[in-house]
DNA sequence: TAGATTGTTAATCGATTAACAATC
DNA sequence: TAGATTGTTAATCGATTAACAATC
């Protein structure tokens, strides 16, 4: 498998550690600290680098500006990625404010909400009637959203979203969601993962008093 | 390896998976009836139970309230963990305010800022001054924590969690965190997220584009 | 040339899936 | 008994890691 999920997320990982280099003053890389900054290992960075194609010099490493610039091109860098949120509560409302995505490549066009109250077409991300979902997606071609609705109309929310061209999305709603197969869903459950970090803490927790009484 | 993060994440899927099946009044279920509900192999159901010691009846499936009273005693669904946000910034208050946890065993006991403006003690979920952190994290014996703090203080303030107690963390910072070995971090990079899904969406895009001009 | 580093091929590892024996 | 389902052992698969050849 040529692109697995994990092989890419790490791609955007090192062009991160590449652009902070080169704001440093670097030009020039090594395998190794392209390792140390992302937390892999060595090989794992010029095996990444060969499946994508990125070649450096034998001895010399890698030439940091190339990287990147081949690095854009392979993650389409060049230009901003429109991003609906769908569901306007706590969790869209975050997003549509979260700064973290104004460094990259992506940008949130618009929030959509069946309550009328929420309606606010003058803010910088607008919120929209989620009657106008449809027609919004297709004028301005978008391809992913946020799925941040409850758990109950999860599902025909996304149906609707579908319909109208959305490719992917990254979905807060703690169910799992029927998909064609050419669409991607990342499943985000916070509740999930705070119960998994709960369990292994305890799980040592437990451990640790048995090896207590044990001694 | 017995219990990866993905075995034990699905454990907690399928005690969901049963509350709603006992719900509408099912007594036993099949391993395939349990795939079905989580979106997984009957195979691989039987593995995980077996991994963590679910027995069931050869030819009679499982019994549901049995199976349910094993999950809770594996998962500690007994009591109520308390969880903190530290950071409530957009992140944060979304959480904070987050209906997705009441179903669950966790809940959120308070909130911490440094910006005093944000301070409030008598909200439902308070939110207090950072300086009080290691106290009530003491005091109320906190294990686990949501970091919603911006990246250049992640690290820092996470030092401080750790002194104070805690043993695992929901990390929302888009950073690498220096931990102990014995210290769970769940990392969720929405951003990373975002892109990772809009690469494959555009890869498909590409190669559709690609085919269409060889017809 | 000797040393350092890349890039590829092979080995390992963990997790999922298949095959099948056990048994109700 | 025959049929259905569990539970375990073996095979497969994908991803990571190790070994090493190529070469600057």
Known sequence: MKTSKSSVTRLYSYRE??????????????SEN????????????RK??????????????????ELIQKLDA???????YPVIVVGSGNIGRALMNYKGFLA????????FDTDEQKVNRSAEVPTLPFG????FIKKN???????????????????????AGIKGVLNFAPVRL????????????????LETILYFVNAWDRQEQHETHKA
Chains 1, 2 share one sequence.
């Open 17 to 30: 550690a590449l652009l902070r280099l080169k704001y440093l003053g670097f030009v020039k890389v090594f």
């Open 34 to 45: 392209m390792a140390d900054a992302i937390g892999a290992t060595a090989v794992q960075v």
């Open 48 to 65: 990444d680098f060969s499946l994508f194609g990125l070649v450096g010099n034998k001895r010399g490493g890698y030439q940091i500006d």
């Open 74 to 80: 392979l993650l389409g860098k060049d230009k901003k």
């Open 104 to 111: 990259s490549d992506l940008h949130i066009a618009a929030a």
């Open 132 to 135: 106008e979902l449809k027609d």
């Open 141 to 163: 071609k978008i391809k992913v959203g946020i799925l941040a609705v409850p758990e109950l109309v999860a599902q025909q929310v996304l149906d609707q979203m579908m319909a």
């Open 178 to 193: 029927n998909t064609p197969e050419k669409f991607v869903v990342h499943n985000v459950n916070l509740g999930r993962e």
